[in-house]
């Protein structure tokens, strides 16, 4: 355990270096008003800290930043509890009283909200698709030879998809196959439509199995939002490493198994290499779950330099998650 003033250097070391973005000098920590010790005393105490593993020196002339290990004791032991500004908290809530309409609107709208408060990039996962029951099915005739088939699921989201059609089906049998659809899908996952009875019509039965098999991509569907990427990039003077983590947070299978297993594992924060996503070293995730009538529905999450403002990102993902649950549950 570090005594009390190495502690209170770290946290000013912290706190400096996240604000400035420049390495910290102990002349620097020394003139604020919560020091009362000579520079001498504080660049022997930061030489400890940089022993110790908690600080780095860049370079041999410059101050001291935080390694991952000194953000790690900052996050859990010394770092004050963040509070969302006043204009954040009405601008969440004004958010979520306005919200409606289809949930990829929802979640896509609340990644952005989540961006622009945190100054980061912020991820927003929904509801998985084969948890979701369906609550109607739609068939539209597009051309002569094809149709679009329209679903629409509990947990509020969309799903279409195109659908050829045989020469000789008509309006009325799809029609037919709508109603036949609805009685044996309406209630059910889409994971649960196969096998499929039949209508003992072939005409008819064409028609429901395209829609059956078109639907089917969505059955492991997640929707995964990301707002705020552009704001993430400038974040880094290293274009190798903007490049690498434009390129993992482009591929959403591998946020959404990184954020389930940061929850998984029961981790609000994870620093630097503690997510086990290789290009996003440089990175921090911050998560929290989304809970809608007791079920885990989703998650929101920050992601960030290792150098973001951990007090507020957890502050500011626990108040979003808790807003979206409930509008979730009302829904």
Do not use: W
């Not at 919200?99 to 609340?110: Q, S, V, W």
């Not at 020469?167 to 439509?193: K, N, P, R």
């Not at 959403?252 to 998984?264: A, C, E, F």
């Not at 330099?305 to 808790?322: F, G, H, I, K, W």
């Amino acid at each position: 355990m570090l005594d009390e003033r190495k502690t209170a250097i770290l946290r000013a070391v912290v706190q400096e270096y996240v604000a400035t973005g420049q390495p910290v000098g102990s002349q620097h920590i020394a003139t604020l008003p919560s020091f009362k010790v000579s520079p001498a005393t504080v660049r022997n105490e930061m030489a400890v800290l940089e022993q110790e593993g908690y600080l780095a020196q860049p370079h041999t002339s410059a101050g001291r930043i935080p390694t991952d290990k000194g953000y790690r004791l900052f996050v859990d032991t010394i770092a004050p509890d963040g509070q969302l500004t006043d204009v954040d908290v009405r601008q969440v809530g004004d958010f979520f009283k306005m919200a409606g309409g289809r949930l990829e609107d929802l979640l896509r709208h609340t990644s952005t909200l989540l961006a622009n408060i945190t100054h980061n990039a912020a991820v927003v996962v929904g509801p998985n698709v084969e948890a979701a029951t369906v609550r109607a099915i739609h068939i539209n005739r597009i051309t002569s030879r094809s149709a679009t088939v329209v679903v629409v699921l509990s947990n509020h989201s969309v799903e279409n998809e195109t659908i050829q059609l045989a020469e000789d089906v008509t309006d009325e049998h799809i029609a037919d196959a709508v109603t036949h659809l609805s009685q044996h899908m309406v209630g059910s996952s889409l994971s649960g439509m196969t096998p499929f009875p039949s209508t003992n019509n072939a005409h008819i039965d064409s028609v429901c199995y395209a829609a059956v098999n078109a639907l089917g991509v969505h059955r492991n569907d997640q929707p995964v939002f990301v707002g705020g990427a552009a704001a993430l990039a400038q974040a880094f003077e290293t274009v190798d490493v903007v490049r690498d983590v434009l390129q993992v947070i482009e591929q959403q299978y591998i946020v959404v198994s990184m954020v389930q297993d940061l929850l998984d594992r029961g981790l609000s924060v994870a620093i630097g290499a503690e997510h086990g996503v290789e290009p996003l070293v440089a990175c921090s995730v911050v998560v929290a779950p989304v809970v809608a009538d007791g079920e885990l529905l989703g998650s929101v999450g920050v992601l960030g330099p290792t150098r973001m403002n951990y007090p507020q990102a957890l502050a500011t993902v626990e108040v979003v998650s808790d807003h979206l649950g409930k509008r979730l549950s009302e829904n």
